[in-house]
């Protein structure tokens, strides 16, 4: 097949240079590209903290609607489904009809399905409403990574994926803090309500600085923008087929469930054989050549197999200071704070500097968050009781300010050659793997955790440090593929 449009194929094995991008011929820096920026940040800031403000929402949600343990599931896990579903055909839609009005149309959805979660009368309309929410969200989140890559070159584009690093980190901190706090003020019956109406002014002010700020660039008059509904719906039952079984590991407990994997197997074959056939004299939902950039595989799987550890992280922590060691919410994610705070002190340094200094960069950092995860191994084993998580604050600032040098400046790394007409699409595959990623490390970690708190009668803190070696062992897996890729991108220089 041949190189997307726009492309220098003799490039597609080249190192990313520390300067500008030359890949897309023309480009004029629009003055209103920091705001946009800005914008695009509230937008992200938004749905990211839907993620973690919800999970601290959860007992209050319980005791205001009744709603029993697989519903509660459903609340955190359906929103993470139906976002990851999106996230790929969002990307294409945004390259195909424009990225501005694919970002309106996503933060205009997700300010109702807010509004529908915090008015839900039941269990059901809620969960309903987090699926319709999620959906929003899959369709804002490429949006914003496809805009930095079109706004923005060379260094600037590290310095505003660097930006967008530091409100992962802020989001992740603000969250439960937030949520608790919420809940404190507003009542365990209807606190969980304004969690959700939180996101009204945020989304309306978004929408509105949207309109003004961010440029809307039509794609070029007289080529098909075809959709690709077949790969799109090969792509979303292979997406589906991946995520549930993961999501469902703890209410599904039949042998089906693990033939969904097989079956993704299959899909996953037959999309390929489609996008293949199909690339031929039509746009297809991803262009395979994606995967010939050199930086855009390795960096994908680096990628997922870090979120595979990250995102269990603070699953095991606040199920062992909630649960095991009584915590009330707020104070659990105070507790988790330190390593949201250290991750937004180094993701804007560590973006800006990746250019610069490739993959070892990422590999560094790689190795503080092993030494912050090893550091907090033995401060729960020193200090298993309530004193657990002033011991754990310092291993995990540690870790936080090692995965500030991982998340962006691999995100800005993979992204660096890719053409800015695949940018949208390019994003929503990285992230969609970022969300499998996400998913399969909270069921292996959560597997691991409740089975040692039901081995070990109880003991939480024990569970959390197994946690910990599973979280450890994909961290420690993302880290050989950083050394690989260094040694050879060394090699290659000499």
Known sequence: MSAPPGTDPARTTAEPSPGPDTSDDGYVPDPRRWKA????????????????????????????????????????????????????????????????????????????????CGLAPTTLVLVLARLLQGFAGGLITPQVSGLIQELFRGAERGKAFG????????????????????????????????????????????????????????????????????????????VLCLLLPFIEQRSWDSPLRLLLF????????????????????????????????RSYPLGAALGMLYFAGFTGVFFTYTQYLQDGLQYAAWQAGLAATPFALGTALTAALGS????????????????????????????????????????????????????????SPNQTLTLSQVPVARAGTAGGVLQTGQRIGSAAGIALTGSVFYGAVAGSRGDFALAFRHGLLVIGAFVLAALALAVLDALRSRDRQD
């Open 352 to 407: 800006r500097a990746v250019l610069r200094l490739g993959r070892p960069l990422i590999a560094g950092g790689l190795v503080l968050v092993l030494l912050g995860l090893g550091g907090a191994y033995a401060a729960v084993l020193a200090f298993p009781g309530s004193r657990a998580g002033w011991a754990v604050a310092l291993p995990f600032l540690l870790a936080g300010l090692g995965s500030g040098l991982v998340i």
């Open 163 to 238: 930006w967008f690093g530091t409100t992962i980190g802020v989001s992740t901190a603000v969250g439960p803090l937030l949520g608790g706090a919420i809940i404190a003020v507003f009542g365990t019956e209807h606190g969980w309500r304004y969690v959700f109406f939180v996101n009204l002014p945020v989304g309306i002010a978004a929408l509105v600085l949207a309109k003004r700020y961010v440029p809307h660039t039509p794609r070029p008059k007289g080529v098909k923008q075809d959709l690709d509904p077949v790969g799109v719906a090969l792509l979303g039952a292979t």
């Open 262 to 293: 097989p079956l993704a197997g299959v899909l996953l074959v037959a999309w390929v054989l489609h996008e293949r056939r199909y690339g031929r004299t039509k746009e297809p939902v991803v262009d395979l050549a994606l995967f010939r950039v």
């Open 37 to 116: 920026l800005g914008v695009c940040l509230i937008a992200g800031f938004m749905t990211l903290l839907d993620v973690s403000i919800v999970n601290v929402a959860l007992p209050s949600i319980g005791a205001g609607l009744g709603a029993g343990e697989n519903a509660l599931q459903w609340i955190v896990s359906g929103y993470a489904l139906t976002l990851g579903l999106l996230l790929v055909p969002a990307g294409r839609l945004g390259d195909a009809r424009g990225r501005r009005p694919a970002f309106m149309t996503g933060i205009a959805l997700f300010v109702v399905a807010s509004a529908a």
